[in-house]
């Protein structure tokens, strides 16, 4: 279950397989089952009678969900399904062409509610805070998401959560209407199946649906969208954080709880302590640690909530490892929008870099560039931290964690300094650990999009560090970098003029365009970066470089198409104002097969989709209205 948990976000869609209806699709309701709702509806029954309009923003304390249903649609119009997360949810292709898929992605049918009977599942929205540019922003929540059902896959045996983004007015919507534009929708909807085609843990989207009848004021009025989209957890730092802000200890301990028994494989999957203080472990962490064990010397004792800790820290490593790879900037890393399964979350403005410039930021209202591509890992950390705080009580206790008197009563006034210390000194020490995990991933990742086999030390100065530079004063495509670079032969980069004359591949149609650079300098630069990275080349492949073999695994990891912020715009410009559906199809059938020499559409479109981007539409900005 484990292992397919985390590999649950490969998969292409590609490969055939055996699905179910969306009615026969095996459901659960773990969640809503296992955590306390909202006093104010205290049953999915209770909700159900009370009129719709009625259900109004609100402080809600002491639960972490209120039930709540989808307001109606009229007429929803589905413009696009995804055929990778179809197979993922092991729902059968032909289940999108029926009234009952329409209907449901759209939120018109709750399956699993007997409205006769008035029982059943029902749907709901999650409670959570979180503190946003640095500030504490109190009670935030599904404000417009609400959740249907979840379901496991009988093949995979992985469990989604499946939920509507622009569903209606939930407690949680605060001075907002619960609606979703559909410019953002169809940003997310598309984002969110590219990053899992390129193998980022992502939140994934089933379907796109536009709402004709609803016009939505934003800065203009937009016509109205929905987002079907699902996760293996909703959950985020967040809702660890509104209560931690409310002194809600008991729910912190069961929150907890629930995550590791639930969320994760039980508390024997979680990872063992990591003996490198460094956090670079000689040998993978081990698991099935019984749940009541304490490692670790006096000072530093680890119970079940540090090793909980350590996993989320752990993915959320990998993940923002995986950004820096790939040159994907989130716009947005609140608390609330960290996950803690480690998936990349809620989709505002978010870009890939286009020029190779660290302090690029999508978001036009980060003035203070707090969310920008350098500061992406800094920013995760100190996300984590917030977490770190929220579980520093059960971290802290140590051994005692499961006394009766501390989990009534918490811990004691002359025994507080003990629990402050070892708790400061496990999340620093787990610190060392993000450092190290997100280093390796990184380190890895990069290793492969070079096209060699094995990382050198020297490989982090004199490849990677030297090629951003030269990407940043170049004002080079990152992406297309090493796209192009799969396609260089290292036989051919001989001589110091091969070299300089191949250097040519990787500049802009119109040039060379960093400041301070001819195209001489440009060309001699980038020249001497490849014949530094020829040389490792025939370490790792021998003496002639493996040309044929390498180019190969180098494009399997090295995109030819990304979806970059000028793509989604004028997909957005067509669909909306143009009336265009197959645009959509097109686009996200070159988003699940990012790594393809061809998608067999139109040619001339797919190249100038994947080629430069227009001069005027580089590192594009957007803001969080959506």
């Known amino acids: ?59 809600v304390k002491g639960a972490l969900f209120t039930w709540v ?73 599904d404000g417009r998401a609400i959740s249907l059902f979840e379901t496991t896959n009988p093949g995979s045996k992985v469990r989604y959560e499946l939920q509507l983004k622009g569903a209606g007015i939930t407690p949680y919507s605060r001075f907002a209407d619960g609606k ?35 016009k939505v004021r934003r800065e203009t009025i937009e016509p109205g969208a929905i987002v079907a989209r699902f996760a293996q957890s909703w959950l985020r730092i967040g809702t660890f954080d509104i209560l931690r802000a409310r002194g809600d200890r008991n729910l912190i301990r069961k929150l907890g709880t629930y995550i590791a028994e639930n969320v994760f494989d039980g508390w024997q999957s979680l ?25 670790g010397p006096t000072g530093l004792e680890e119970n079940r909530f540090t090793r909980l800790y350590r996993e989320i820290v752990r993915r959320n490593a990998k993940t923002v490892a995986a950004w820096q790879a790939y040159a994907f900037t989130n716009g947005v890393l609140n608390t609330d929008n960290t996950s803690i399964f ?90 060392e650990e993000y450092k190290a995990v997100f280093l390796t991933e990184y380190k890895r990742l990069m290793t492969a999009r070079l096209g060699l086999k094995a990382f050198q030390e020297s490989d982090f100065q004199e490849l990677f560090s030297e090629l951003l530079d030269i990407l940043e004063a170049l004002e080079l495509d990152f992406n297309q970098f090493f796209r192009k670079l799969s396609k260089l032969k290292v036989a051919n980069l001989e001589t110091t003029s091969d070299r300089e ?23 001699k630069r980038v020249g001497q970066w490849l014949e530094k990275w020829r040389t490792r080349v025939y370490e790792d492949w021998g003496p002639d470089g493996g040309d044929e073999e390498r180019s ?65 539409d580089r590192a594009m900005q957007c803001s969080c209205s959506s």
């Open 1 to 59: 279950m484990r292992l397919a948990q985390m590999t649950a976000h490969l998969s292409n869609g590609t490969s055939s397989y055996q699905g179910t209806s969306l009615a026969d699709l095996p459901k659960s309701w773990t969640f809503t089952s296992s955590l306390p709702p909202d006093e104010k509806f205290p049953t999915p029954a209770v909700s159900h009678k009370t009129p719709r309009d009625d259900i109004e923003p609100r402080i």
């Open 69 to 141: 249903r989808p307001e109606e649609s009229k007429e929803p119009e589905l413009l696009c399904v995804s055929p990778a997360a179809l197979k993922d949810l092991g729902i059968k292709e032909t289940e999108k062409n029926t009234e009952e898929f329409r209907q449901t992605v759209a939120g018109n049918r709750l399956l699993g509610w007997n409205e006769e009977k008035e029982e059943g599942g029902y749907s709901w929205a999650q409670c959570y805070g979180g503190w946003q540019f640095g500030s504490w922003a109190g009670q935030l929540g």
């Open 180 to 214: 979703a534009v559909l410019r953002s929708s169809i940003r997310e909807f598309l984002i969110s199946e590219a990053l899992n085609a390129l193998r980022i843990p992502t939140t994934r989207a089933l379907s796109l649906s536009l709402l004709p009848h609803q």
């Open 271 to 295: 990872p063992a302590r990591n003996p490198a203080d460094d956090g670079f472990s000689k040998e993978p962490l081990g698991t099935g640690i019984d749940q009541d064990k304490i490692e």
């Open 342 to 431: 480690g998936l990349s979350i809620d989709f505002g403005p978010f870009a890939f870099l286009d020029n190779f410039d660290p302090n690029y930021t999508p978001n036009h209202d980060d003035h203070m560039l707090r969310y920008s591509y350098r500061n992406q890992p800094t920013i995760i950390w100190w996300n984590l931290v917030r977490l770190g705080e929220s579980l520093g009580e059960l971290m802290g206790i140590g051994k005692d964690v499961d006394l009766e008197e501390f989990v009534e009563k918490g811990v004691k006034q002359e025994n507080a300094d003990d629990l402050i210390k070892r708790a400061e000194g496990l999340i620093s020490r787990i610190g």
């Open 501 to 523: 004359e191949a250097a040519g591949v990787f500049f802009h149609h119109e040039g060379v365009t960093g400041s301070g650079h001819t195209e001489d300098s440009a060309r």
């Open 552 to 616: 190969l695994e180098m494009k399997k990891v090295n995109p030819k198409f990304i979806l970059k912020s000028w793509i989604l715009d004028e997909v957005i410009r067509r669909v909306e104002k143009g009336g265009e559906r197959e645009i959509l199809d097109h686009v996200l059938d070159m988003a699940l097969r990012p790594f393809e020499d061809s998608w067999g559409w139109d040619e001339k479109e797919e190249e100038r989709l994947c080629g430069d981007v227009p001069k005027t």
